[in-house]
């Protein structure tokens, strides 16, 4: 497509309720990344997805966080048994490989509100 | 990866030229200085980077001095469509962790 597709654009659930977050990259785009944004805050690493490497998942912050990627395309974020400090905006971005310097396209974001 | 410092917010009019700086005291010879624009709810975007001297696009200008301790992001005229958090960066050719701060938040009034 001819951005970087999120869905959904919203979700609210429950707390201890199990989600899952879509990120559609542009194609072409090898390398895919997500980050958390808190209301007010700047942009926290999760993950980051290039071609057929290993994912860099340091920045999961608890084992309640994974993700996946299946080929070069799509990513699903899966949060396990959610919890209020879950509730964020998550973004997912994508670049072609060697054009990281010059910046990621990014998503709309998914707005996660956990009650 | 280098830190960057940034005003939290700025306050500007229509029409008026606003200027963001951002300090890097400890940026890495092979860093490069790099600016993102964030909507109300969209992701970052990216709007100009820069090495060294003076970059200039449709969209904004950046200015590094000989030392790159510190950035300016320029933006001219600026409309009300310019509000938005403005996201100040240093990175390393071939990073891929990019760090991003609160950024500047800034405000355009008619």
């Known amino acids: 497509g001819a951005g970087v597709s999120q869905s959904p654009s919203n979700k609210v659930t429950e707390k201890g309720k199990d989600v899952e977050l879509r990120c559609d990259p542009i194609?072409?785009?090898?390398?895919l990344y997500w980050y958390r944004q808190r209301l007010g805050q700047g942009l926290e690493f999760l993950i980051y997805?290039?071609?057929?490497?290993?994912?860099?998942k340091s920045g999961l912050p608890s084992d309640r966080f994974s993700a996946e990627r299946t080929g070069e395309s799509v990513s699903t974020l899966t949060i396990q048994r959610t919890q209020q400090e879950d509730s964020a905006v998550y973004l997912c971005?994508?670049?072609?490989?060697?054009?990281?310097?010059?910046?990621?396209?990014f998503g709309s974001g998914t707005r996660l509100t956990v009650v | 990866l280098a830190k960057t410092t940034q005003p939290i917010s700025m306050d500007s009019y229509e029409g008026q030229e606003v200027n963001i700086t951002c300090s890097h005291n400890n940026i890495a010879t092979n860093d490069y200085i790099t600016w993102y624009q964030q909507f109300p709810s969209q992701g970052p975007r990216f709007i100009i980077q820069g090495y060294k001297t003076k970059v200039t696009n449709e969209v904004a200008s950046l200015f590094i001095p000989a030392d790159r301790k510190s950035s300016t992001l320029s933006l001219p005229r600026v409309s009300l469509s310019d509000t938005a958090v403005y996201y100040c960066?240093?990175?390393?050719?071939?990073?891929?962790?990019?760090?991003f701060g609160t950024g500047t938040r800034l405000k355009v009034l008619a």
């Open positions: 971005a994508s670049s072609r490989l060697g054009d990281e310097t010059y910046g990621y396209t």
């Open positions: 960066l240093a990175l390393t050719s071939g990073t891929y962790k990019y760090i």
């Open positions: 194609s072409g785009h090898t390398a």
């Open positions: 997805f290039q071609g057929n490497s290993a994912p860099d």
